[in-house]
Structure formats: structure tokens, C-alpha cells
């Protein structure tokens, strides 16, 4: 399709140079003006005005996404977009932070979150003071990347003098305790449940009360999870702010309906916090639990990754790689020093590791040889899922067979592919194609991919089972549902719906069924992936909704804060 910009650069807007797409349009790179994207809108909605794109000029770039140009059709007679910035495949949405585990990984504390925040709030400050209302002010419209720089998006929306904002809002920000409004007020309540999210892992009016049981009732009940209230169950996973002055602005802002942004003007001095040890082996009930890795104060446990026969454990200190093929207690079977630009590959009789462009093999006589058929490209993005690498380039995806090597040559596949339209996340990869999202997974041999039926905002997987965040809209209300699926036969199947995103294990039993062993605070919970039916609940102190379970032939391998445990029944 042709188009013009209202500067006179003429484009072509191609439909499979789309990235993403949301509610509202669609992305798409430019060819023509490479630093920028277009955002071009769907079918019977309704354009930015040129007033609401001068309005909202007066934003600083260097921490909002704003539309720049608009983009007419050919005939300069419709406005069908507009320009914007071009932020790349490092730019992820914050609220991945709110999740413990992935903080782990990326190295995300405390002090590092603090800063993020001041600079969160000197972004909406500025936005207030140009009399801009920004809505809905939550993490899915915020982007972070690895330098944490942030960049607000869905800007077009915003409140301005121009426009009035539409009052459709995520539920999870919206102030139920103001009637539900659109201000700069509740513009101040938003900003700071993402802060709360941010610092606990856990949202300000979650977890379970006997009297008060939705969300919005909680709000205007004014009934946060740090009020003491016999009938409130609290998230497992929620961390108390250890900083005075911080907690007392959170208690009037939730407990005592205040509105105002949040100030980080004092000393953020932090005592570390030593790791809890807890015994090696604990029972629990049915349950027996055993330690497999305890990282002491100076370690932290990023990552694990399990084939049925093999763990490994990924530390701020190197690589731990176990024999899992045993059932009931897993064997160190080698150590890795860590070292800079670097990652650990497992198959189910390998070890690899990557530094820098060059892929390794660890052989028979305990060393480390260079694959020769492959190497890296500086730029390429890469996940393991189950036996197989993928590594993601501009236009090229390739299929690592990690265990089909052959005198240091590894068999593996490429395909071509629109490189920029494909993410990463929760070790699962999204692919932006032809209007439509596709998930990959391991289908048996190979990698495969299945259409979604929502646009994810974010999606987790393994063997063939997953669950999918997706935004649902009906009225003003706007809703992030989350839902558990199969993939049978190369087709999505709805299974129910959860309370969040989760990181499940799966113990297949025959041809494309299996159980699934969820986490839940203080149970494990016991699935038939036929329909999702609860087959048993049992207990364990040690478990919470933000665990990640693995399935080994050990056991069910636990990651958590004191470190990576193997439940199995006594």
C-alpha cells in the first residue's frame, strides 16, 4: 500500500514488515525511513487528529514514544497513521520486572528498581506539567531495555488539550476509590501500583479476602495487602518495602486514599538481606523435598533449564550442569566458571557453551573444542527449547540440533524468516506474521508453530502446554485475562483460565497428553492436560505462584529464592 507522510516522504507500507499489533493498528517498519515505524490503525478506528499530534510534542523523546508524522494514503485525502521512534527487539515491557524469577536472571535488585522508579516519575511529572493526562499508566505501556532506559508508548491516547482521554483503562490501575475517573490523580495511583509491583512482586490490592473479594472492592474498601486484616490471605511471593519513608507514601496512597507521585527524595541506604538456608531435605506432607543447589549470600540462581535427564542450574557465578536421569536424587557432574558474553547449552548427551561468536562442545577427554559449520552472528538472538537451539538473525532462523554432532560439525536447519517480527520470551518465541501471532514449540522432532487466537502480551511454554496473557476490552473496561492452552495436532486449544502468568511443568504420559504440576502459594497442584481437571492438591511450604517447576526423571525440580529443590512423593 501507498502512502505520504505530512512532510512529503512518500512510502510503501508493507503488510509482512509488520512487528506488532494491538487494539488499535498495527506496526510496521519503514523501509524508507529505517529509524522510524509507522503505526497504522485498523479498520473503523479512529485516526490521531493534528491537533492531538502538535499537543503532544511538548513530550520529551528521551522518555516517550510519540508520533511524529502522520501518514495520509496515496490520495492525501485519509490520515491512515502516523511515524514514530523505532525502538528495536531490545526494548521489553516492565512488567516482566514484577516477576521475581526474572529479576533473578537479569540481575534486577532493589537499588537498580529505585532508580528506575525516580526516573518513571520525573517522565510523568514532566507529562503533568504540559497539562497531559497519561491513563492507562500501566506495565504493558511501558517499555524498559537492558541499559534501563524507558519508554512510554500507546501515547496517541493520552489526555491533552486537544483531546479528552478515552477513559479505557487496564482494570488493574484503574482508581476504583475515584469513581474510575481519568486525572493527573489517578495518573499518581497508577504510577504508584507499579512502583508497589515493582518492589514486592506483587500488586497492591492482590491475594484473597474473605469479605471483599474483587479487586475494585478492595480498592474503595482501601484494604492493601500490608493492612492487617484477619479475613486478607497475602501473596506468597510479596516482599515488604524495607524503607520507612517509601512504605509511609504507599499507606496513604492505598490506605488512605491519597493522591499524589510518589517522591524518592531520601536515603535509599539497604542492609543485604542474608539468603534463608533451609535443610537439605524437608518433608511436607506427601511430599518429600530435597536441596539440589543453595547459593550462599554472594550468589544468586538466574536461571535453570531441565531435559528429562539433565539439569542446569545458571548462577551469577558460573554453571552447574547435574545428572537428572535417576529418580529421586540428582548428580554434579560438571562445573563452569562463568565468564563475560557467554551462556551453557544442555542436550540429552551434551554440554556446549557459547563465548562471544564461537559455539563449544565439551568432549570425551573433558575439553572444550570449537563447533566448526557455526557460528553467531553479533546480533543474533537465541533460545533453547527442549533438544534445540534456535538462534533468531535478521532473516534467518536456524534449528541447532544439539545432540547430532559428528567430529565438532552440528547438524542443524534454516529457514528464512522476518527476523524483526520475532520476540523472545519466557524461554518461548512470538512470531508477528501476515496480521496473525504464532507460537513455536518442539512438536516431536522438530520445531513447529501454532496461530494464537489473542495477541499476547506474554505467553510461557513447555512440551505442548502453556498459558497466554492476552488483553480483553469490552466497553471502557480493559482486562488481562490469562488462560491455559494445548497445542494438539498444530491447532490451539483453550483449556481455562488462571489468576496469572505461570512457569508449569509437564510429565508426558502418552501421545500428546500428560500432567501438568502447577504451582500455587504453599501446594502443588496436579493436572490432567486432557482437560485440565485438578487431579490432586498437596502441600509444600516451599512453593509460590512465581516458582518455575521443571520435569526431570529425578523428580519435579524446583527453582525458588533459597535455591533449586527435587520434590517427589514419599
Given at each position: ?227 492487617a486484616d484477619k479475613n486478607l490471605i497475602v501473596p506468597k511471593c510479596y516482599e515488604p518495602i524495607p524503607l520507612a519513608p517509601l512504605q509511609q507514601q504507599f499507606e496513604e496512597i492505598f490506605a ?134 534456535i538462534v533468531i538473525e535478521d532473516e534467518v532462523m536456524k534449528m541447532l540440533y544439539l545432540d547430532q554432532i559428528n567430529q565438532n560439525i552440528i547438524h542443524f536447519q534454516q529457514t528464512p524468516v ?117 487431579l490432586q492438591k498437596l502441600h509444600c511450604d516451599l512453593l509460590s505462584e512465581q516458582t518455575q517447576l521443571f520435569n526431570t526423571q529425578a523428580g519435579i525440580v524446583a527453582m525458588e529464592k533459597n ?8
Open positions: 500500500m501507498k502512502a505520504i507522510t505530512s512532510l512529503g516522504t512518500k512510502l510503501v507500507i508493507n503488510d509482512t514488515a509488520e512487528i506488532h499489533r494491538g487494539g488499535e493498528g498495527r506496526i510496521v517498519l519503514l523501509k524508507e525511513m529505517p529509524q522510524h515505524v509507522a503505526k497504522i490503525y485498523l479498520p473503523n478506528k479512529t485516526p490521531i487528529a493534528q491537533n492531538q499530534l502538535k499537543a503532544l510534542q511538548v513530550l520529551d523523546s528521551n522518555f516517550f514514544v510519540k508520533p511524529e508524522e502522520l501518514i495520509f494514503d496515496a490520495q492525501h485525502t485519509q490520515v491512515i497513521g502516523f511515524t514514530m521512534q523505532y525502538l528495536g527487539n531490545d526494548f521489553i515491557q516492565l512488567a516482566a520486572w514484577f516477576n521475581q524469577q526474572f529479576c533473578k536472571k537479569n540481575q534486577i535488585d532493589f537499588k537498580r528498581k529505585l532508580q528506575l522508579i525516580k526516573n518513571l516519575a520525573v517522565a510523568i511529572q514532566q507529562a503533568h506539567q504540559a497539562n497531559i493526562v497519561i491513563g492507562d499508566l500501566s506495565g504493558l505501556n511501558i517499555l524498559v531495555n537492558s541499559q534501563d532506559e524507558i519508554k512510554f508508548i500507546d501515547v496517541d491516547s493520552y489526555e491533552t488539550p486537544a483531546q479528552p482521554h478515552s477513559g479505557i483503562l487496564l482494570d488493574e490501575i484503574r482508581d476504583y476509590y475515584l469513581q474510575g475517573t481519568v486525572s493527573k490523580a489517578t495518573d499518581a495511583f497508577a504510577f504508584a501500583i507499579i512502583a508497589f509491583n515493582l518492589l514486592t512482586y506483587t500488586h497492591p490490592f492482590k491475594g484473597i479476602h474473605q469479605i471483599y473479594k474483587n479487586l475494585n472492592e478492595r480498592m474503595v474498601q482501601l484494604l492493601p495487602v500490608f493492612k488512605q486514599g491519597k493522591r499524589f507521585v510518589l517522591s524518592l527524595q531520601f536515603s535509599t541506604g539497604l542492609t543485604p538481606q542474608p539468603v534463608a538456608v533451609l535443610p537439605t531435605t524437608i518433608s511436607q506432607g506427601e511430599l518429600t523435598v530435597k536441596s539440589i543447589y543453595t547459593p550462599d549470600n554472594q550468589c544468586i540462581v538466574k536461571e535453570v533449564f531441565a531435559l528429562k535427564n539433565r539439569l542446569l542450574v545458571k548462577t551469577t557465578q558460573g554453571y552447574a550442569v547435574y545428572d537428572a536421569s535417576n529418580y529421586g536424587y540428582t548428580t554434579l557432574v560438571h562445573e563452569i566458571n562463568s565468564y563475560t558474553d557467554g551462556d551453557v547449552f544442555i542436550g540429552y548427551h551434551h554440554i556446549l557453551a557459547k563465548k562471544g561468536t564461537i559455539l563449544y562442545v565439551y568432549n570425551s577427554q573433558k575439553q572444550w573444542e570449537a563447533i566448526q559449520n557455526f557460528t553467531f552472528s553479533p546480533h543474533s538472538r537465541y533460545v533453547q527449547i527442549q533438544d534445540i537451539l522476518f527476523g524483526q517480527g520475532m520476540h523472545i520470551q519466557q524461554q518461548t518465541i512470538l512470531q508477528q506474521a501476515g496480521g496473525k501471532q504464532y507460537v513455536f514449540y518442539h512438536s516431536g522432532k522438530n520445531i513447529s508453530s501454532v496461530q494464537l487466537p489473542h495477541i499476547a502480551h506474554q505467553v510461557f511454554i513447555t512440551v505442548n502446554q502453556g498459558v497466554l496473557s492476552y488483553k480483553v476490552q469490552g466497553g471502557q473496561e480493559a482486562v488481562l485475562k490469562h488462560e491455559f492452552f494445548s497445542l494438539q495436532d498444530l491447532k490451539y486449544k483453550a483449556q481455562g483460565t488462571t489468576n496469572q502468568l505461570k512457569h508449569f511443568a509437564v510429565k508426558p504420559t502418552q501421545a500428546q497428553q500428560g500432567i501438568v504440576f502447577e504451582p500455587m502459594d504453599n501446594e502443588l497442584i496436579i493436572r490432567r492436560t486432557e482437560d485440565y481437571a485438578v535455591g533449586v529443590w527435587l520434590l517427589n512423593k514419599r
